[in-house]
RNA sequence: GCGCCUGUAGCUCAGCUGGAUAGAGCAACUGCCUUCUAAGCAGUGGGUCAGGAGUUCGAAUCUCUUCAGGCGCGCCA
């Protein structure tokens, strides 16, 4: 309906004098015909003239006249007016306002999706939580986002995988590792250092090691009489007394623990209704030393371009170039590389996979880290654009009134999955969803269980629910289970008008929402979309209401479930059929 | 000090690629259940869109600036 009133409208810009065809360029790349806000400016609307007003150095109330005038002319609309400043506003002809209730019970769970299917190939990195423990709140919100993008962009035609890196390479897994055997350690119970893990699940994994592997670790408690004062060396000192005197079951620890962690979190994400085409290993990348590795192919690129020197002894990119603050280090003075080293590696093989776009979804406290990322992909040979860094904020959580805690370190935190537990994986992933990701959130889980309308994730059911026993209802009453279409309509019965007006723009919602990224969007979409609905079913008995009506509100309302029904599914949650 | 984010009704937030009288929920007050799900609906009051300047036919939206709040700035990961 909009394609076609733009080709008139090109039509009509062709027709102004003294027009040029670079205008006309200008003046379709800023204008936009859409769907009214509300039906009292008509269905259709365009800020065409005012856009060519501005252009052309023109009056954009007599253009719209003439536009108006023109379309009337046309005589394929009800009504066409210039309105406002310099709006036209078209007031389509019934059956025409009425074919999308066709066209959503047509393509039933694909309405709202593009039917061009060629889009960019698009990666999205997301959650990538440290497999030293389990996840928390914030990865939670970070794994609702990204699916949901992920979900959207789908929907809106994009080809996407979605992958998480996985840090099993690090001092940190070390940590872990340390901290396992600590546990496991029979002769000396009373030491543990304070950098280690503390949390229940170590004592779970050592116990379950125990139990499986038939493993008896005994620590000579000399080991721990010199060591630093300092916690970070202190623990730095025992992974290495550690791997020395115990090599052989150093390994299998630390193959034993990264993987019931691992384990652990991909059920989590499984029950939050999350899950990743590739899992990607740091460790696949290799080391340095192994002149096969990515990382060394990636060092050693950089390096034969010129992008990186070496300085005092350590290897260096030139990351100002891209705007960072201060150049970096790849590899230290002692050989060792960086953090920075994996993921420059990493993203060389991200880019090597010939995405179209690269879509990192990052807790916001690492913001100070996409400039050097950027930095790097530049210096390897492809454009910084193409990475698209989405930062989410921490999110907090209330409980009676209170601040629930969530550090890693102490043992006691309040989890992802006490989260899905608590509240159940639809209502959590609704309220992460339900302010923008990179805004701080203040998560209310009192609210998300509270039956009042404050609870808008019900509100949303609700409208979904009550359209749900209707159908049931109705198709009890009526002998065809098929809903008639088209022609059975009575088109002078206009209450369902406000509903019909509000789905038909669900397809641009979508859009809107993959070009931003925004899937907010669509929850409040969805909630004004149930405020109509509920209106009107509190308006009007349905089921009572005169047969020759009846067809097109059921096939209104019907419409209005489907749409909620795939809203829903965008950001990842099941619709609900009974309260 | 530098960088990023934020400031809209008493509270929680939409709206931000400039567009028509700035919206919603909560809270306050008033109504609506002998009929399909009241986890609902209808109504009333409530605003210097943090302040200032600029661009424009038009600014909550763009630019500059001031103020206030949050976060980040390791050869840690």
Same mark, same amino acid.
């Given at each position: 309906m909009i394609n076609a009133l733009n080709k008139e409208i090109t039509v009509f810009l062709n027709s102004i004098e003294g027009c040029s065809k670079k205008s006309i360029e200008i003046i379709n790349e800023k204008y936009s015909s859409t769907i009214t806000d509300d039906l009292s400016n008509g269905h259709i609307t365009s800020n065409v003239c005012m856009v060519a007003a501005s252009i052309l150095k023109l009056n954009p109330k007599e253009l719209s006249i003439q536009l108006a005038k023109q379309l009337n002319d046309l005589s394929i609309y009800e009504k066409v007016e210039a309105a406002g400043p310099g709006f036209v506003n078209i007031t389509l002809k019934r059956n025409d306002f009425l074919s999308i209730l066709e066209t959503i019970q047509d393509k039933k769970d694909f309405f709202g999706q593009t039917d061009n299917k060629s889009g960019d190939?698009?990666? *999205?990195?997301?959650? +990538?939580?440290?497999?030293? @423990?389990?996840l928390h709140v914030g990865? @939670?919100? @970070?794994?609702?986002? @990204?699916?949901? &993008?992920?979900? &959207?962009?789908?929907?809106?035609? +994009? =080809?996407v995988e979605k992958e998480y890196y996985i840090n099993d390479a690090g001092r940190q897994i070390d940590i872990l590792t340390a901290s396992v055997m600590l546990r496991l350690n029979k002769s000396n119970d009373d030491f543990f250092p304070q950098n280690a893990y503390k949390g229940l699940y170590i004592e779970d994994i050592a116990t379950n090691i125990k139990n499986d592997k038939k493993l008896e670790i005994k620590i000579d408690s000399s080991l721990f009489l010199n060591l630093s004062k300092d916690p970070e060396e202190e623990i730095d000192q025992l992974i290495s007394a550690l791997k020395d005197r115990n090599n052989k079951e150093w390994l299998i620890i630390k193959d034993f623990s990264l993987n019931s962690i691992l384990k652990s979190i991909e059920n989590d994400l499984k029950d939050f209704n999350v899950s990743f085409d590739v899992w990607f290993k740091e460790s696949s990348l290799g080391n340095l030393a192994d002149n096969k590795s990515k990382m060394y192919a990636s060092i050693k690129k950089l390096q034969d371009d010129g992008e990186a020197y070496l300085k005092d002894g350590a290897v260096w990119l030139n990351t100002?170039? +891209? !705007?960072?603050?201060? /150049?970096?280090?790849?590899i230290r003075d002692d050989g060792r590389a960086t953090?920075?080293?994996?993921?420059?590696?990493?993203?060389?093989?991200?880019?090597d996979r010939k995405f179209d776009k690269l879509i990192n979804v990052w807790g916001a406290d690492h913001h100070g880290y996409i400039k050097r990322i950027e930095a790097s992909i530049e210096a390897l040979g492809d454009k910084k654009e193409k990475l698209i860094v989405k930062l989410v904020q921490f999110a907090n959580l209330f409980k009676n009134g209170k601040k629930v805690k969530m550090s890693t370190r102490s043992g006691d935190f309040y989890s992802l999955r006490d989260l899905i537990n608590d509240i159940g994986p639809d209502a959590a992933r609704f309220?992460? $969803?339900?302010?923008?990701?990179?805004?701080?959130?203040?998560?209310?889980?009192?609210?998300?269980?509270?039956?009042? =309308?404050e609870n808008i994730f019900y509100y949303i059911q609700y409208a979904h629910a009550r359209i749900f026993s209707l159908e049931e209802k109705y198709h009890q009453k009526t002998t065809s289970k098929e809903i008639n279409r088209g022609d059975g309509y009575n088109a002078s019965y206009l209450k369902c008008d406000k509903l019909i007006h509000e789905i038909s723009k669900y397809p641009s919602i979508?859009?809107?929402?993959?070009?931003?990224?925004?899937? /907010?969007? &669509? &929850?409040?979409?969805?909630r004004d979309l149930?405020?109509? $609905?509920?209106s009107f079913y509190n308006d009007n008995h349905v089921l009572?209401?005169?047969?020759?009506?009846?067809?097109?509100?059921?096939?209104?309302? +019907?419409?209005?479930?489907?749409?909620?029904?795939? !809203?829903?599914?965008?950001? !990842? *949650?099941s619709p609900i059929q009974e309260m």
């Open positions: 190939k698009i990666q *999205i990195e997301f959650v +990538s939580a440290n497999p030293t @423990g389990p990865h @939670g919100r @970070g794994a609702a986002y @990204g699916d949901a &993008i992920a979900r &959207i962009l789908t929907a809106a035609g +994009s =080809k100002e170039k +891209s !705007g960072d603050d201060k /150049h970096r280090v790849l953090y920075f080293a994996s993921d420059v590696a990493y993203h060389k093989d991200k880019v309220y992460y $969803l339900s302010k923008q990701a990179d805004q701080h959130l203040d998560f209310d889980l009192d609210l998300a269980k509270s039956d009042s =309308k979508v859009n809107k929402s993959a070009a931003t990224l925004h899937p /907010h969007l &669509i &929850i409040f979409y969805l149930s405020q109509l $609905l509920h009572s209401e005169d047969p020759e009506n009846l067809e097109l509100i059921i096939s209104s309302l +019907s419409s209005v479930r489907q749409v909620i029904s795939n !809203g829903l599914s965008l950001i !990842g *949650i």
